[in-house]
């Protein structure tokens, strides 16, 4: 017997409404890259639209939400050992400038 | 059949596939930020990439996740038309969408960067590439559901394995969403 | 022993038990053969200025040994008993994907058979020698490896090589994971697990996580071999330094995915041979789910010597340093595991103690790598050489050698000789010492790794001469391993189901196990069924037959068929022929469809 945490699978609508809203998502981050004024907070804030947009497909298309918390665990645990690592690499590869002093 | 963990074992593999995915598109996309802005000699970024293409091309593969899961749902249903017709429709945006990645490095290629010119060549052509096989993959598998479905074989007890083509098919369109950003956007 | 017979059943068998003894069988022989390369080098070492091998030779020959046992001899083997004996210890009837489980296995053949053709291969690349074996070293240091100072095809074996055989370990991964989590019999929680496959589990999460990314490594490599690209050139603005990264994020996990294992089975003999329950299960679980995870936190003290600047370094050197901690803590619990207990004094307890003793010397010299202005003394010398033998051979080997003896009576109904299995011990014991314990001197003492000889006056030339003495001595002890091996096929004493009295599920089945494994799968309540404690009864065993027949899944071309595409694919960019590249595929896609498609038994 599958584990869900809610019975039953999103209707049509919860999927379309997702749709809509990762459309408004995509448009914010190509308005944010064009407009000049954003170009101070760029960065950040295309990071916090994909990291929405991502968490949606994720957690409702493909359903990781609704199902068994062990699966948010196979996906989570390698994804942020995949975040910490590329973080590390770019501290080390980046880092070295600024961390390694005059040597 | 009954599990220790109450899952389907099938479901448990795919996600356990996935995670190991995360690593694998983790250090592609790490390199190439290392090698961001260290190529000697261009074309850099700024000189070639199309963001209004590129956008059509993401608007292409959401697109896509969104017919995904209206073909899952027709399947759980045992609804056989919309079945066929929202996979074939599937397959058919992520046909796009390598149509419009065969266009983008031919015309990268003709504007002189191809992956020996440079590091932004290299990682780039790479990343990309490596997302556009696995799309590739996914088409196949989606093209060979969509037979299965054609044959009257796609019925509410396959629907576990149109699931797992699902979570491989969004896993791709997440992908690019990181690609999407972090090299067309942030330049 | 699995009722079916001949060649076809083999080739086709998707039976954890004879996949586990396939791996086995074609694992001993990799050993065997890195064992020669071992030798070969200690032989051109044992004098100054040695003339035994050339210096290319010399370099395949370090190449081939170290990637041999590491990827063809030692990760192998402990699928050998990942494959047979887990599923018994959990109590289920195969692992949860068998085809997937045989496919692994033939990869793995294909890919070791490619990477050995080196050997021989030299007349089809006209390369004016037999020999194109790899020759850049195990862990392949860009850009050496780049086609402008290893223009030969040895390097692109390598890399083939290895690709193939990241996709078996992978696929075994997924299936050992979902196995262990979802097949496990009632009763059988997770902190019931016998402690060997608790240390699979971390294993293969370690796999499947490390392994992606030596395979980008290797794909960059590819892209700069056959393509033209610039991933570690600095005329390009690229750096050596990525691949180092790289590799080492996959290669520091790899040690545990290497050790871990070994560990595992020491946790099982020690307490069959004290007849007491392993000294704080909890705490050995625990640790080695923790030294798995610290495992990814240490990879740049691979990279002391490079610069990475005094933040990094530190770093690094604390988190090596604190990784030491939960392995200690496992040693003290198998020593308290032996205190006071009814101490028998078989072959495989000789081994486990033996593993504890070795490690701990190697766990030692690892931690004095840990400080970098240390290890700037020690890095890329014998010292090195000694320390990774200690804890692969003193560690992972003696921990295999303790799981042979121990399982071998399970696998093949035969008891091996105690008496000759003595002897092994001893010699092996001796024999490792003398080879590798001078090492730790003579790497002080400035003798850099990897070089086909060394000048007299260094002052190394009698510890060398030592050291290949040990060396030898180790294989007279192999070879005493395998005549015993030899001798118990037909003179061995048929084994019961349970020789030594242990308290896990694998005993309470024949030697070997029938087909189905468990007549009755069996519910479990506690940690030790088999065991009477304060806390309960020994569980009864299942019966000598089911009550009713049972199914099981008969074996399927498609697996080994699917695998055969790898190699071929791997001889395209080889032999400069693309149309290998499309059959290989093509063979692929083609075993996978026929796979997924064929029918479900009645």
Redesign the interface.
Same mark, same amino acid.
Do not use: D
């Given at each position: 017997m599958p584990e869900t945490r809610e019975h039953g699978h999103p209707n049509v609508g919860t999927y379309l409404r997702v749709a809509a809203i990762l459309v408004i998502l995509t448009v914010l981050e190509v308005g944010v890259f064009y407009v000049p004024a954003f170009h101070v907070v760029l960065v950040p804030t295309l990071l916090a639209l994909s990291a929405v947009k991502f968490a949606l497909v994720v957690l409702f298309y493909m359903h990781l939400k609704m199902d068994s918390r062990f699966f948010s665990f196979l996906f989570g645990?390698?994804f942020l050992?995949a975040v910490v690592?590329l973080v590390a690499?770019l501290?080390?590869?980046f880092?070295?400038f600024t961390?390694?002093?005059a040597? | 059949m009954v599990?220790?963990?109450g899952?389907d074992?099938r479901k @448990?593999?795919f996600w356990?596939?996935i995670?190991?995915?995360c690593?694998?598109f983790g250090?592609?996309i790490s390199?190439y930020l290392?090698?961001k802005g260290?190529?000697?000699v261009g074309p850099y970024p700024h000189d070639i990439l199309n963001i209004p293409f590129t956008s059509v091309s993401t608007f292409d593969l959401l697109m896509s996740s969104l017919m995904m899961v209206l073909a899952l749902a027709a399947v759980q249903r045992g609804d056989l038309k919309w079945a066929k017709i929202w996979l074939f429709a599937t397959a058919c945006l992520g046909i796009l969408f390598l149509g419009g990645q065969v266009y983008e490095f031919s015309s990268f290629v003709r504007e002189g960067l191809t992956?020996?010119t440079?590091?932004f060549?290299?990682?780039f052509y790479?990343l990309t590439g490596?997302h556009g096989a696995h799309v590739t993959v996914g088409v196949?598998w989606l093209l060979?559901l969509w037979v299965r479905a054609l044959q009257g074989k796609l019925g509410p007890a396959q629907a576990l394995t149109v699931e797992i083509s699902g979570l491989y098919w969004h896993f791709v369109d997440v992908v690019w969403i990181v690609i999407f950003t972090l090299v067309y956007l942030i330049q | 022993m699995t009722g079916s017979r001949g060649l076809r059943s083999w080739l086709t068998t998707t039976d954890h038990k004879r996949i586990g003894l396939l791996y086995f069988y074609t694992a001993f022989a990799f050993f065997l053969v890195g064992g020669l390369e071992a030798l070969l080098i200690r032989a051109q070492l044992a004098q100054p200025n040695g003339h035994v091998v050339s210096a290319e030779t010399y370099n395949q020959l370090f190449t081939m040994h170290g990637t041999t046992m590491i990827f063809l001899a030692l990760m192998p083997l402990s699928a050998a008993f990942f494959n047979y004996i887990v599923p018994l210890q959990i109590g289920a009837r195969d692992v949860?994907?068998p085809r997937l489980n045989a496919f692994s296995y033939w990869v793995f053949l294909f890919g070791g058979l490619l990477l050995n053709a080196s050997w021989f291969a030299g007349p089809l690349f006209h390369a004016g020698r037999l020999n194109v074996a790899p020759d850049a070293g195990w862990f392949g240091y860009a850009n050496l490896t780049e086609r402008q100072y290893s223009p030969g095809p040895n390097v692109d074996f390598w890399l083939l090589g290895l690709q193939i055989l990241g996709v078996s370990s992978?696929a075994a991964?997924?299936?050992f994971?979902?196995t262990i989590?979802?097949?496990?019999a009632p009763g @059988?929680k997770m902190m019931r697990l016998p402690p060997f496959t608790w240390m699979t589990l971390v294993t293969q999460?370690l796999v499947?996580?490390?392994?992606?990314?030596i395979?980008?490594?290797l794909?960059?490599l590819m892209?700069d071999r056959f393509?033209?690209?610039?991933?570690y050139l600095p005329?390009?603005?690229?750096t050596p330094?990525?691949w180092q990264?790289?590799f080492w994020?996959f290669g520091h996990p790899e040690v545990y995915i290497l050790i871990l294992p070994a560990m595992g089975i020491v946790s099982e003999v020690l307490p069959t041979f004290s007849r007491k329950p392993l000294f704080g299960y909890t705490v050995v679980v625990y640790s080695g789910v923790l030294i798995g995870f610290m495992g990814?936190g240490v990879w740049?003290h691979h990279m002391f010597s490079v610069g990475?600047?005094?933040?990094?370094d530190s770093v690094f050197s604390a988190t090596t340093m604190l990784i030491a901690v939960p392995t200690g803590v496992k040693i003290f619990n198998w020593i308290a595991t032996l205190w006071g207990g009814t101490i028998r004094g078989t072959t495989a307890l000789h081994f486990a103690v033996g593993f504890i003793a070795m490690f701990i010397i190697g766990g030692l010299s690892g931690v004095t790598h840990a400080s970098p202005p240390a290890d700037l003394q020690q890095t890329d010398t014998y010292y090195v050489v000694a320390h990774i033998h200690y804890v692969l051979f003193g560690g992972t080997i003696f921990g295999l050698f303790a799981g042979m003896y121990y399982w071998w009576p399970k696998m093949t109904g035969r008891l091996l000789s105690e008496a000759l299995g003595k002897v092994h011990f001893w010699l092996t014991f001796i024999g490792m010492n003398l080879a590798f314990f001078p090492m730790h001197l003579i790497g002080l003492l400035g003798m850099p790794r990897r070089i086909y000889t060394y000048a007299p006056d260094l002052g190394v030339s009698s510890l060398n001469l030592v050291s290949t003495i040990g060396a030898f001595l180790i294989g007279v002890a192999t070879l005493v391993f395998v005549v015993n091996l030899w001798r118990t096929r037909s003179r061995g004493a048929p084994a019961p189901n349970d020789p030594w009295g242990g308290a896990t599920l694998e005993w309470a089945i024949p030697s070997p196990p029938p087909v189905y494994n468990f007549s009755v799968i069996p519910t479990v309540s506690s940690r030790l069924p088999r065991w009477k404690t304060e806390h309960h009864d020994p569980m009864p065993d299942p019966p000598a037959a089911p009550p009713a027949p049972v199914h099981v899944p008969g074996g399927s071309w498609w697996p080994p068929a699917a695998a055969l595409g790898l190699p071929v694919l791997a001889l395209a960019p080889l032999t400069h022929h693309v149309w290998l590249a499309f059959l290989g595929v093509a063979i692929t896609?083609y075993g996978i469809?026929r796979w997924a498609f064929e029918p479900l038994e009645a």
């Open positions: 645990g390698p050992l690592v690499l501290f080390l590869f880092g070295q961390l390694r002093g040597g | 599990t220790s963990m899952l074992s @448990m593999a356990a596939f995670g190991s995915e690593l694998l250090s592609l390199t290392i090698y260290k190529s000697v992956l020996q440079n590091l060549g290299c990682t790479v490596t196949l060979t | 949860a994907f992978l991964g997924f299936n994971i979902v989590l979802n097949l496990r @059988m999460f499947i996580t490390a392994f992606p990314v395979t980008v490594a794909v960059f892209f393509f033209g690209a610039h991933f005329q390009a603005g690229a330094l990525l990264h790289l994020l990814w740049s990475l600047g005094p933040i990094a896609i469809y």
